[in-house]
Protein backbone atom coordinates (compact mmCIF):
# COMPACT_ATOMS: atom_id res chain seq x y z
CA UNK A 1 0.00 0.00 0.00
CA UNK A 2 0.94 3.15 -0.48
CA UNK A 3 2.19 5.38 2.41
CA UNK A 4 0.08 8.45 2.49
CA UNK A 5 1.16 9.68 5.82
CA UNK A 6 4.60 10.63 5.32
CA UNK A 7 7.71 11.78 3.01
CA UNK A 8 7.57 8.81 0.56
CA UNK A 9 11.16 7.79 0.96
CA UNK A 10 11.77 6.32 4.44
CA UNK A 11 15.28 4.53 3.54
CA UNK A 12 17.66 7.56 3.23
CA UNK A 13 15.89 8.79 6.19
CA UNK A 14 18.05 9.03 9.21
CA UNK A 15 15.24 9.03 11.40
CA UNK A 16 12.31 6.98 10.98
CA UNK A 17 9.34 5.40 12.81
CA UNK A 18 8.51 2.41 12.81
CA UNK A 19 4.87 0.91 13.36
CA UNK A 20 4.34 -2.32 14.03
CA UNK A 21 0.64 -3.39 12.26
CA UNK A 22 0.44 -6.95 14.22
CA UNK A 23 0.45 -5.34 17.73
CA UNK A 24 -1.80 -3.05 16.71
CA UNK A 25 -3.74 -5.89 15.10
CA UNK A 26 -2.88 -7.91 18.63
CA UNK A 27 -4.02 -5.09 20.72
CA UNK A 28 -7.35 -4.70 18.74
CA UNK A 29 -8.10 -7.91 20.09
CA UNK A 30 -7.33 -7.31 23.16
CA UNK A 31 -9.27 -4.44 23.50
CA UNK A 32 -12.39 -6.31 22.42
CA UNK A 33 -14.69 -7.65 25.19
CA UNK A 34 -16.79 -10.28 24.09
CA UNK A 35 -20.15 -9.13 22.18
CA UNK A 36 -19.18 -5.71 21.98
CA UNK A 37 -17.95 -3.99 18.99
CA UNK A 38 -14.80 -1.88 18.76
CA UNK A 39 -14.53 1.49 17.50
CA UNK A 40 -10.67 1.83 16.93
CA UNK A 41 -10.11 5.85 17.61
CA UNK A 42 -7.50 6.75 14.99
CA UNK A 43 -7.79 10.63 15.28
CA UNK A 44 -4.69 12.86 15.61
CA UNK A 45 -3.24 10.97 12.68
CA UNK A 46 -3.97 7.67 14.87
CA UNK A 47 -1.92 9.28 17.58
CA UNK A 48 0.65 10.30 15.32
CA UNK A 49 1.02 6.24 13.84
CA UNK A 50 -0.70 7.60 10.40
CA UNK A 51 -4.43 7.13 10.32
CA UNK A 52 -4.87 5.28 6.96
CA UNK A 53 -2.40 2.31 7.65
CA UNK A 54 -4.07 2.35 11.93
CA UNK A 55 -7.18 1.99 10.51
CA UNK A 56 -6.50 -0.33 8.01
CA UNK A 57 -5.28 -2.72 10.42
CA UNK A 58 -7.62 -2.30 13.32
CA UNK A 59 -10.57 -3.05 10.46
CA UNK A 60 -8.57 -6.03 9.12
CA UNK A 61 -8.48 -6.73 13.04
CA UNK A 62 -11.94 -6.63 13.43
CA UNK A 63 -13.09 -2.97 14.38
CA UNK A 64 -16.60 -2.51 12.84
CA UNK A 65 -16.09 1.13 13.63
CA UNK A 66 -13.48 4.08 13.15
CA UNK A 67 -13.44 7.25 15.44
CA UNK A 68 -11.95 10.47 14.84
CA UNK A 69 -12.43 13.96 16.54
CA UNK A 70 -12.37 16.23 13.42
CA UNK A 71 -14.94 16.33 10.28
CA UNK A 72 -11.68 16.69 7.81
CA UNK A 73 -10.43 13.36 9.44
CA UNK A 74 -13.11 11.70 9.03
CA UNK A 75 -13.74 12.81 5.51
CA UNK A 76 -9.96 11.57 5.06
CA UNK A 77 -11.19 8.37 5.82
CA UNK A 78 -13.85 7.94 4.01
CA UNK A 79 -11.84 9.64 0.79
CA UNK A 80 -9.60 6.45 1.36
CA UNK A 81 -12.30 4.25 0.76
CA UNK A 82 -13.34 2.57 4.36
CA UNK A 83 -16.53 1.82 4.70
CA UNK A 84 -17.37 0.72 7.93
CA UNK A 85 -18.89 3.64 9.94
CA UNK A 86 -16.95 6.71 11.38
CA UNK A 87 -17.96 8.67 14.32
CA UNK A 88 -16.91 12.47 14.77
CA UNK A 89 -16.65 13.19 18.36
CA UNK A 90 -16.56 17.20 18.10
CA UNK A 91 -19.47 18.75 17.06
CA UNK A 92 -18.91 19.78 13.23
CA UNK A 93 -18.04 23.42 12.45
CA UNK A 94 -20.29 25.53 10.56
CA UNK A 95 -20.38 25.00 6.62
CA UNK A 96 -19.05 20.86 7.22
CA UNK A 97 -22.51 19.67 7.58
CA UNK A 98 -23.62 19.18 4.01
CA UNK A 99 -19.74 17.41 3.37
CA UNK A 100 -20.34 15.28 6.54
CA UNK A 101 -23.81 13.85 5.53
CA UNK A 102 -22.86 13.15 2.00
CA UNK A 103 -20.14 11.34 3.17
CA UNK A 104 -22.24 9.21 5.84
CA UNK A 105 -20.16 10.06 9.07
CA UNK A 106 -21.97 9.65 12.44
CA UNK A 107 -22.04 12.90 13.91
CA UNK A 108 -22.35 14.39 17.58
CA UNK A 109 -24.52 16.65 18.60
CA UNK A 110 -24.94 18.61 21.97
CA UNK A 111 -25.86 22.06 20.45
CA UNK A 112 -29.08 23.53 19.92
CA UNK A 113 -27.02 24.95 17.32
CA UNK A 114 -25.27 22.28 16.32
CA UNK A 115 -28.88 20.43 15.87
CA UNK A 116 -30.33 22.93 13.59
CA UNK A 117 -27.88 23.49 10.98
CA UNK A 118 -27.23 19.63 10.86
CA UNK A 119 -31.38 19.19 10.28
CA UNK A 120 -31.01 22.15 7.50
CA UNK A 121 -28.22 19.61 5.85
CA UNK A 122 -30.52 16.93 5.99
CA UNK A 123 -33.38 19.09 4.54
CA UNK A 124 -31.00 20.45 1.95
CA UNK A 125 -29.96 17.03 0.84
CA UNK A 126 -33.39 15.81 1.50
CA UNK A 127 -31.99 12.40 3.34
CA UNK A 128 -32.89 10.99 6.83
CA UNK A 129 -29.68 11.93 9.23
CA UNK A 130 -29.41 10.51 12.78
CA UNK A 131 -27.06 11.58 15.34
CA UNK A 132 -25.52 11.05 18.16
CA UNK A 133 -26.00 12.65 21.39
CA UNK A 134 -22.94 13.86 23.74
CA UNK A 135 -23.90 14.32 27.41
CA UNK A 136 -22.08 15.56 29.84
CA UNK A 137 -21.91 12.85 32.84
CA UNK A 138 -18.41 14.92 34.56
CA UNK A 139 -15.36 15.39 32.28
CA UNK A 140 -17.70 19.08 32.10
CA UNK A 141 -15.83 19.64 28.28
CA UNK A 142 -18.95 18.74 25.63
CA UNK A 143 -22.07 17.57 26.09
CA UNK A 144 -25.77 18.44 27.11
CA UNK A 145 -26.54 18.10 30.64
CA UNK A 146 -27.99 15.15 32.14
CA UNK A 147 -31.09 17.35 32.85
CA UNK A 148 -31.60 18.78 29.47
CA UNK A 149 -30.94 15.36 27.66
CA UNK A 150 -34.82 14.46 27.54
CA UNK A 151 -35.31 18.24 26.14
CA UNK A 152 -32.49 17.72 23.82
CA UNK A 153 -33.93 14.76 22.15
CA UNK A 154 -37.33 15.73 21.52
CA UNK A 155 -35.84 18.79 20.06
CA UNK A 156 -33.45 16.90 17.99
CA UNK A 157 -36.72 14.76 17.33
CA UNK A 158 -39.11 17.24 16.19
CA UNK A 159 -35.82 18.86 13.93
CA UNK A 160 -36.61 15.54 12.04
CA UNK A 161 -33.23 13.98 13.26
CA UNK A 162 -32.50 10.07 14.01
CA UNK A 163 -30.96 9.25 17.94
CA UNK A 164 -28.87 7.05 16.69
CA UNK A 165 -26.75 6.80 19.64
CA UNK A 166 -25.75 8.34 22.89
CA UNK A 167 -22.34 9.01 24.52
CA UNK A 168 -19.98 10.12 27.19
CA UNK A 169 -16.26 10.72 27.97
CA UNK A 170 -15.02 9.48 30.87
CA UNK A 171 -12.68 11.88 33.15
CA UNK A 172 -10.35 9.02 34.43
CA UNK A 173 -11.07 5.47 33.82
CA UNK A 174 -7.50 4.99 34.69
CA UNK A 175 -8.43 5.33 38.26
CA UNK A 176 -9.92 2.91 40.51
CA UNK A 177 -12.15 5.18 42.25
CA UNK A 178 -15.60 6.24 43.06
CA UNK A 179 -15.90 9.05 40.51
CA UNK A 180 -16.35 6.85 37.01
CA UNK A 181 -18.95 5.06 38.91
CA UNK A 182 -20.58 8.14 39.29
CA UNK A 183 -20.54 9.20 35.91
CA UNK A 184 -21.47 5.82 34.59
CA UNK A 185 -24.36 6.16 37.40
CA UNK A 186 -25.13 9.75 35.70
CA UNK A 187 -25.21 8.24 32.15
CA UNK A 188 -27.51 4.79 33.58
CA UNK A 189 -30.05 7.74 34.45
CA UNK A 190 -29.42 9.76 31.24
CA UNK A 191 -29.80 6.63 29.40
CA UNK A 192 -33.11 5.48 32.01
CA UNK A 193 -34.69 8.89 31.09
CA UNK A 194 -34.75 8.83 27.70
CA UNK A 195 -36.31 5.47 27.80
CA UNK A 196 -38.75 6.93 29.66
CA UNK A 197 -39.32 9.20 27.32
CA UNK A 198 -39.92 7.19 24.46
CA UNK A 199 -36.28 8.06 22.74
CA UNK A 200 -34.53 4.90 22.09
CA UNK A 201 -30.99 5.21 21.14
CA UNK A 202 -29.40 2.09 19.09
CA UNK A 203 -26.04 2.80 20.33
CA UNK A 204 -25.03 3.86 23.93
CA UNK A 205 -21.46 4.43 24.24
CA UNK A 206 -18.89 5.88 26.61
CA UNK A 207 -15.26 3.53 26.76
CA UNK A 208 -12.06 4.58 26.10
CA UNK A 209 -9.01 2.08 26.19
CA UNK A 210 -8.38 2.61 30.53
CA UNK A 211 -12.95 1.52 30.85
CA UNK A 212 -12.72 -1.14 27.98
CA UNK A 213 -9.89 -3.20 30.69
CA UNK A 214 -10.94 -1.67 34.10
CA UNK A 215 -14.99 -1.28 33.84
CA UNK A 216 -16.84 -3.60 31.91
CA UNK A 217 -19.88 -1.95 32.77
CA UNK A 218 -18.80 0.80 30.72
CA UNK A 219 -19.00 -1.50 27.29
CA UNK A 220 -22.51 -1.01 26.53
CA UNK A 221 -23.00 -1.68 22.96
CA UNK A 222 -19.81 0.15 21.49
CA UNK A 223 -15.98 0.60 22.89
CA UNK A 224 -13.94 3.55 21.92
CA UNK A 225 -10.59 2.27 22.90
CA UNK A 226 -7.89 5.03 21.33
CA UNK A 227 -4.20 4.64 22.94
CA UNK A 228 -4.60 1.16 24.20
CA UNK A 229 -4.68 0.53 20.30
CA UNK A 230 -0.61 1.63 20.09
CA UNK A 231 -0.08 -0.55 23.16
CA UNK A 232 0.13 2.39 25.79
CA UNK A 233 -2.10 3.55 28.41
CA UNK A 234 -1.83 5.60 31.16
CA UNK A 235 -2.19 3.18 33.75
CA UNK A 236 0.39 0.80 33.23
CA UNK A 237 -1.05 -1.26 36.11
CA UNK A 238 -4.37 -1.47 35.37
CA UNK A 239 -5.36 -5.59 34.31
CA UNK A 240 -4.59 -6.47 31.08
CA UNK A 241 -2.25 -3.35 30.36
CA UNK A 242 0.49 -5.70 30.20
CA UNK A 243 -1.31 -7.70 27.50
CA UNK A 244 -0.84 -4.70 25.32
CA UNK A 245 1.97 -4.50 22.75
CA UNK A 246 4.09 -1.46 21.72
CA UNK A 247 3.71 -0.58 17.82
CA UNK A 248 5.76 2.25 17.99
CA UNK A 249 9.68 1.77 17.32
CA UNK A 250 11.90 5.67 16.74
CA UNK A 251 15.18 5.09 15.30
CA UNK A 252 17.65 7.38 14.47
CA UNK A 253 21.19 7.25 14.00
CA UNK A 254 24.97 8.78 15.19
CA UNK A 255 25.83 11.22 12.61
CA UNK A 256 29.43 12.19 14.43
CA UNK A 257 31.27 11.42 17.34
CA UNK A 258 33.56 13.68 19.12
CA UNK A 259 36.47 13.12 22.07
CA UNK A 260 35.93 15.93 24.62
CA UNK A 261 38.27 16.97 27.20
CA UNK A 262 37.08 16.67 30.77
CA UNK A 263 35.13 19.49 31.84
CA UNK A 264 34.02 20.56 28.52
CA UNK A 265 30.49 21.18 27.83
CA UNK A 266 28.44 20.52 24.73
CA UNK A 267 25.31 21.86 22.82
CA UNK A 268 23.63 25.36 22.92
CA UNK A 269 24.40 27.52 26.09
CA UNK A 270 26.94 24.66 27.37
CA UNK A 271 24.72 22.96 30.14
CA UNK A 272 26.36 19.85 30.35
CA UNK A 273 29.90 18.99 30.85
CA UNK A 274 31.59 16.07 30.55
CA UNK A 275 33.02 14.50 33.59
CA UNK A 276 36.40 13.14 32.59
CA UNK A 277 37.78 12.39 28.97
CA UNK A 278 34.40 11.25 26.89
CA UNK A 279 33.18 10.54 23.63
CA UNK A 280 29.75 12.63 22.82
CA UNK A 281 27.93 11.09 20.20
CA UNK A 282 25.73 13.66 17.84
CA UNK A 283 22.29 12.01 16.72
CA UNK A 284 20.34 13.08 13.98
CA UNK A 285 17.15 13.88 15.21
CA UNK A 286 16.10 17.16 17.23
CA UNK A 287 12.76 19.09 18.58
CA UNK A 288 11.94 19.50 14.78
CA UNK A 289 11.22 16.15 14.69
CA UNK A 290 9.27 16.02 17.91
CA UNK A 291 11.87 14.55 20.28
CA UNK A 292 10.69 16.87 23.08
CA UNK A 293 13.61 19.74 23.84
CA UNK A 294 12.08 18.59 28.07
CA UNK A 295 14.46 15.83 27.44
CA UNK A 296 17.56 18.18 27.12
CA UNK A 297 19.98 16.50 30.20
CA UNK A 298 17.15 14.30 30.76
CA UNK A 299 16.30 11.55 28.32
CA UNK A 300 17.62 8.64 27.45
CA UNK A 301 18.51 6.98 24.31
CA UNK A 302 19.94 2.99 23.39
CA UNK A 303 23.00 2.52 21.22
CA UNK A 304 24.47 -0.87 20.82
CA UNK A 305 21.87 -2.03 23.25
CA UNK A 306 23.18 0.34 26.00
CA UNK A 307 21.26 3.46 27.66
CA UNK A 308 22.91 6.59 27.37
CA UNK A 309 22.19 10.06 28.80
CA UNK A 310 20.84 12.76 26.65
CA UNK A 311 24.25 15.42 27.16
CA UNK A 312 23.10 18.76 27.16
CA UNK A 313 20.48 20.94 25.26
CA UNK A 314 18.18 19.01 22.28
CA UNK A 315 18.33 21.64 19.31
CA UNK A 316 16.11 21.48 16.22
CA UNK A 317 17.58 18.77 13.96
CA UNK A 318 20.37 17.17 16.44
CA UNK A 319 20.97 15.86 19.92
CA UNK A 320 24.18 15.06 21.99
CA UNK A 321 24.48 12.07 23.53
CA UNK A 322 27.39 11.00 26.30
CA UNK A 323 28.75 7.69 25.56
CA UNK A 324 31.95 8.09 27.57
CA UNK A 325 34.54 5.21 26.50
CA UNK A 326 32.52 3.22 24.11
CA UNK A 327 32.99 2.27 21.28
CA UNK A 328 30.22 4.24 19.34
CA UNK A 329 30.53 5.07 15.97
CA UNK A 330 28.83 7.25 12.93
CA UNK A 331 26.23 5.00 11.72
CA UNK A 332 25.16 3.61 14.76
CA UNK A 333 21.28 2.45 15.16
CA UNK A 334 19.77 5.07 18.06
CA UNK A 335 16.49 4.06 19.63
CA UNK A 336 14.66 6.58 21.21
CA UNK A 337 11.29 4.49 21.82
CA UNK A 338 11.20 1.29 21.30
CA UNK A 339 13.74 -2.09 22.05
CA UNK A 340 17.52 -2.71 20.87
CA UNK A 341 19.32 -5.52 21.95
CA UNK A 342 17.87 -6.63 25.22
CA UNK A 343 17.06 -2.87 26.44
CA UNK A 344 14.29 -0.69 25.62
CA UNK A 345 12.31 2.49 26.46
CA UNK A 346 8.99 3.13 26.24
CA UNK A 347 6.94 6.21 25.41
CA UNK A 348 5.59 6.11 28.89
CA UNK A 349 9.38 6.95 30.07
CA UNK A 350 9.62 9.26 27.58
CA UNK A 351 6.80 10.70 28.54
CA UNK A 352 7.10 10.96 32.33
CA UNK A 353 10.82 12.99 31.48
CA UNK A 354 9.13 15.46 29.17
CA UNK A 355 6.33 15.28 32.09
CA UNK A 356 3.43 14.51 29.78
CA UNK A 357 1.78 11.46 28.41
CA UNK A 358 2.57 8.97 26.23
CA UNK A 359 -0.21 10.46 23.57
CA UNK A 360 1.82 13.59 23.72
CA UNK A 361 4.65 12.33 22.41
CA UNK A 362 3.17 10.17 20.18
CA UNK A 363 1.50 13.21 18.58
CA UNK A 364 4.35 15.69 18.54
CA UNK A 365 6.45 13.39 16.33
CA UNK A 366 6.32 15.43 13.19
CA UNK A 367 5.44 15.01 9.57
CA UNK A 368 9.44 15.19 8.86
CA UNK A 369 9.73 11.88 10.45
CA UNK A 370 8.75 9.35 7.97
CA UNK A 371 6.36 6.24 9.18
CA UNK A 372 7.72 2.81 8.05
CA UNK A 373 4.84 -0.20 8.32
CA UNK A 374 6.22 -3.48 9.63
CA UNK A 375 3.72 -6.63 9.50
CA UNK A 376 1.05 -7.99 7.48
CA UNK A 377 -0.78 -5.51 5.31
CA UNK A 378 -4.25 -5.77 5.61
CA UNK A 379 -6.37 -7.20 3.05
CA UNK A 380 -7.93 -4.33 0.29
CA UNK A 381 -10.78 -5.20 1.36
CA UNK A 382 -10.91 -2.98 4.05
CA UNK A 383 -10.80 -0.18 1.72
CA UNK A 384 -14.67 -1.19 0.01
CA UNK A 385 -15.67 1.68 -1.64
CA UNK A 386 -17.98 3.20 0.71
CA UNK A 387 -21.19 3.05 -0.67
CA UNK A 388 -23.82 5.68 0.74
CA UNK A 389 -26.51 4.42 3.21
CA UNK A 390 -24.93 1.15 2.94
CA UNK A 391 -24.07 0.65 6.91
CA UNK A 392 -26.58 1.91 8.76
CA UNK A 393 -26.72 2.03 12.23
C1 LIG B 1 -14.45 10.80 22.54
C2 LIG B 1 -13.27 9.92 22.76
N1 LIG B 1 -13.44 8.60 22.85
C3 LIG B 1 -12.41 7.76 23.04
C4 LIG B 1 -11.12 8.24 23.16
C5 LIG B 1 -9.99 7.27 23.36
O1 LIG B 1 -9.41 7.44 24.63
P1 LIG B 1 -8.10 6.61 25.02
O2 LIG B 1 -7.03 7.11 24.14
O3 LIG B 1 -7.90 6.93 26.46
O4 LIG B 1 -8.43 5.19 24.77
C6 LIG B 1 -10.89 9.62 23.10
C7 LIG B 1 -9.55 10.15 23.29
O5 LIG B 1 -9.29 11.01 24.07
C8 LIG B 1 -12.00 10.48 22.90
O6 LIG B 1 -11.84 11.81 22.80
Redesign the pocket.
Known sequence: MAKPDGPAEPRWHRTVVSVDRDAIGHNVRQLSPPGVPVMA?V?GDAYGHGAIEAAATAVAAGARWL?V?LVQEGLRLRQAGFAVPIFV?TELPAGSEVDAVRADLRISVHTDDGLLRLADAARALDRPVGAHLAVDTGLARAGVAGHDAVGFAGRLARAGLRLDGVWT?LAKSEDIDSFTARQLDRFDEVLAGLHAGGHRPVLRHAA???AVLAWPRSHLDLV?????LFGAILNAGLSGADALRPALTWRSRVVQTSRLRAGQGVSYGLTYRVAGPATVATVAVGFADGYPRQLSNRGEVLIRGRRYPVAGVIAMDQLTVDVGDDPVAPGDEVVLIGRQGEQSITVAEVADWAGTIP?EVFCGISARVPRDYVGSPPPAEVFKTHQLGVSRS
Open positions: MKGASHNTARPGIGD
